[in-house]
């Protein structure tokens, strides 16, 4: 199993970024998917989650209306679509899914929001 994320950086408030994440090794349009952040000093939280087949979508209150998942199971990949970016996004960013019992992370992208 491996979960490879993609597509962080550094971005000015109010700006955009596209976070990738592709799966292998497992069976990927049978999971759902979620993304997870980190902040210095702070509690990995969840950020967003999207269901098997992509119908249905959560998020956190502090991301809803500008963070948007979605998923290409074709291409067993994730996405987080980020805009409005607020300094306070700044965080490591985890792909992440449950199975067999088990948390499965990827390595993490560093996401920086900063003027």
């Known amino acids: 199993v491996q979960l490879v994320e993609s597509g962080g950086g550094l971005a000015q408030p109010g700006g955009s970024l596209r976070l990738s994440c592709a799966a292998s090794?497992?069976?990927?349009?049978?999971?759902?998917m979620s993304w997870y952040r980190q902040a210095p000093g702070k509690e990995r939280e969840l950020v967003a989650g999207?269901?098997?087949?992509?119908?249905?979508?959560n998020y956190a209150d502090s991301v809803k209306g500008r963070f948007t998942i979605s998923r290409d199971n074709a291409k067993n990949t994730v996405y987080l679509q980020m805009n409005s970016l607020k300094p306070e996004d700044t965080a490591v960013y985890y792909c992440?899914?449950?199975?067999?019992?088990?948390?499965?992370w990827g390595q993490g992208t560093q996401v920086t929001v900063s003027s």
């Open positions: 992440n899914f449950e199975g067999w019992g088990t948390d499965y």
């Open positions: 999207i269901t098997r087949t992509g119908g249905s979508t």
């Open positions: 090794g497992f069976t990927f349009s049978t999971y759902r």
